[in-house]
């Protein structure tokens, strides 16, 4: 084998091992540039900036026009839904305040923060918010109204034990008051004004004496004293 064919080889696998090498360099970078933008910052960014904006003050005001922990504009808080939690930032909570820069990170980018994002070492994409932000920083839980306990005991139903005597219809027979009706065959008469047992007596074909006798309970012991509207049998 000559020299020269040896020295070829030596410079092909000197080239190889290069390229390999640079290669192997090369794929880390390669997987963090790739990763970097998918991965999302850790989730203490937002108080590492805000400590660089506001020294951690999530209800500052200076005003300067900028307001809260991450130092919102009043147009970019509003732009970007702030004013449904608060007028301004530094009256809203630390969650509501956080949501609201999420929302502007993801149109807007680390940027919107230039020097306190680079200092917080800021990458990727915001980290989620943690629990709902709520208007005023605090949380109003409901708790669901609870079914009210169902009777299980039935009452029995009453029973009446009282039954009503049935009504008595039979009658005791009514007893015949007085003498016996005797207008079926002789008539009765009324005493009127001025009579006399004689004179009815007479009128009546019969002696005083009878008529007396059949009417003593009604005209009394003396036969002679008869009373107008006394009715006698004859």
């Known amino acids: 084998m000559s ?4 020295n070829t080889r030596k410079v092909r696998t000197t080239r190889t091992t290069a390229v390999l090498t640079g290669a192997a360099l090369l794929a880390p970078l390669g997987l963090l540039a790739a990763t970097g ?3 999302a910052a850790d989730s203490g960014v937002w108080d590492r ?31 970007y839904g702030g004013t449904a939690y608060a007028s301004t930032a530094d009256k809203a909570s630390k969650a509501a305040q956080i949501a609201v820069a999420t929302k502007v990170q ?16 800021a990458y990727g994409n915001a980290p989620a918010s943690s629990g709902a932000a709520s208007s005023g920083g605090s949380a109003t839980t409901k708790s669901a109204p609870k079914a009210a306990p169902k009777s299980t005991s039935k009452s029995a139903p009453t029973k009446s034990t009282t039954r ?15 003498h016996p009706n005797r207008a079926a065959s002789r008539g009765d008469y ?4 001025g009579d006399t047992l004689s004179g009815i007596a007479e009128r009546h074909g019969t002696t005083w004496r009878k008529i007396y006798a059949a009417n003593r309970a009604v005209i009394g012991g003396d036969p002679d004293l008869i ?8």
């Open 3 to 6: 020299a020269c064919a040896d």
């Open 227 to 234: 009373m107008p509207g006394q009715r006698l049998d004859l």
């Open 190 to 193: 009324t005493v009127r004004g």
């Open 37 to 39: 933008n998918a991965a």
């Open 106 to 121: 993801n149109a807007q980018g680390w940027g919107a923060w230039p020097t306190c994002s680079a200092r917080a070492g």
């Open 49 to 79: 900036i805000a400590t660089c904006e506001s020294g951690g003050n999530w209800h500052i005001n200076t005003g300067n026009g900028y307001y809260g922990g991450l130092q919102f504009s009043a147009g970019t808080w509003r732009a």
């Open 164 to 178: 009503s005597a049935p009504a008595q219809t039979s009658e005791a027979p009514a007893r015949a008051s007085g």
